[in-house]
């Protein structure tokens, strides 16, 4: 039966989608602005499937945040805070082991850390980290520090940002999380997070990244004071570098929480707009392998929903997150394993837990 898109325009779309021809920078805004929402999460659903089945994926992990100090002070982040502030804190190098030994019980297949910019903290502290962390869970996989803390690292190590990810990634970095891309268009990032990394750095490092041989994912900041227009020139910039790279495993659009944030005057994002950043994501980026709903963003439920609309992963059990929770998130810190399954097993799909480089790691439980 054919399907009766409310926007006519959608249904134009479809013949482009199946015959896998990129879509361009005006249907990017056209799937971001037209108001059938299921004309939009029905294409994406139908690259989700071609690619994946039903395969719908998620990981044991565990984020570890080592400080909240950071010498940023971006506008959307409820998160950093100067150290001074009484909620600052910074976890010596054993509280960090302690931490992971504390989750670990030899199921967790990767740990997760990202952290403030420290004003103090030397180069070795985050190679002494990832050696000591190596040192005591040698099978997880380390996927650490966003291309902000990369370049800011690169500063304190006073080497070239290549050496430092040599170094890095001799002491045990498997990989790099996709934080710090926020918005590429310089208008807005000026306005959010002046003084970080730009968004042509931040693609810069990625691919310095991926030169050095290390996979990394990528994010979008979206729902503040971002257009269509905005986001769809940032998912035609990844486009362009996995072009070049093919790096890139994997895309996580992340819904902006304005809770104790500079911009806490927004609004918390629509389940609309969070269904439609993952299934135009999943559109414009055709030549990326996975697309992430993080659930601690845009709760269990529409992640569950959003496995319909181009997602086909779920992250993970988390177990500690400090980030988002900062600027207000309303979900619990960790989702346990057999929840994950039930919730994707509810929608028809087969849930495989992965690894970071998405190999199946282990068997569901019927
Ligand atoms: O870089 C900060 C964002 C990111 C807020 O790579 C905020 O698999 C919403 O990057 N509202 C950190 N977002 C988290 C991150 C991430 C998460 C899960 C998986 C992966 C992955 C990466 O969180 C930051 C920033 O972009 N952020 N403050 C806020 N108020």
Redesign the pocket.
Known sequence: MLFDYQDRRLAALEAKVRGEERLSFDEGVLLWTSPDLLGVGRLANIVRERRHGDQTYFIHNRHINPTNICVNSCR????GVKADDPTAYEKSLDEIFSDAEKYHSGKVSEF?I?GGLHPDWPFDYYVDMLKGLKQRFPDVHIQAF?AVELDYLAKISGLPLKETLVVLKDAGLGSI??????IFAPRIRKKICGEKTTGDDWLKTHETVHAVGMRS?A?M?YGHIEGPEDRTDHLIRLRELQDKTSGFL?F?P?????EN?RLDHLHTTPGQLDLRALAVSRLMLDNFPHI?A?WI?ITPAIAQLSLSFGANDM?GTVVEEK??HA?GAATGQIFQKNSIIYMIRESGRTPVERDTLYEETHACPA
Do not use: Y
């Open positions: 959307f982040c409820a998160f997760h990202v966003t999380p996709g934080g710090g891309a926020e994912n994010t900041l994997t996580i992340l819904a902006f929480h304005p944030t992430k993080f963003m992250d980030i988002i600027a």
